[in-house]
């Protein structure tokens, strides 16, 4: 077992076999997880908001999904992957608070995780597994050398997409 990478919220990073990369906490925010069997390359996103579109004057690319991932994309490019090669997987986009009515605060895991797919599907990355929704959080840990996805969740056990 390698070095275990972390990534901060509205953060993104890689990494290769042996390590595995991880992030803390997921509540409405989203792990979006690439993995390059090839090269045996993970990439995790953790994104808080689905579209840097509404927002003027970003300057954290890494805080929404659509530019995280495009950020995320090119920096395993820049390790020698190919779009061909890698599969993604998603984790997150919980509903955390119970706000009456379908209000925008307390649907953003939703939105995030729908995001995800869209934005996935734009780079022709395949989404191969999720774990999405409900109204608990989540730690989830990316192993490069086999491309396992492990969702951790106080009182459940440890899920592996």
């Known amino acids: 077992m390698g070095n275990m990478v972390k990534v901060g919220m509205a953060d993104l990073n890689v990494c290769k076999a042996p390590d595995a990369i991880t992030t803390l906490g997921l509540g409405s925010c989203v792990g979006v997880a690439i993995w390059d069997k090839r090269n045996k390359v993970g990439g995790l996103l953790h994104a808080m908001l689905p579209d840097s579109t509404a927002i003027r004057n970003n300057t954290n690319r890494a805080k929404f999904v ?50 995800a797919k869209v934005q996935l599907r734009k780079h022709g990355i395949r989404l191969i597994a999720e774990d999405t929704g409900l109204n608990y959080g989540r730690t989830v840990e990316l192993y490069a050398e086999s491309g396992d996805y492990l969702i951790k969740s106080v009182g459940k056990p440890v899920k592996t997409i």
């Open 66 to 115: 659509d530019t995280g991932l495009e950020d995320l994309i090119k920096k395993m490019e820049s390790m020698g992957c190919n779009k061909i090669n890698m599969v993604a997987k998603v984790a997150g986009g919980a509903k955390m608070f119970a706000l009456s009515g379908n209000s925008a605060i307390g649907n953003v895991g939703e939105r995030n995780a729908e995001a």
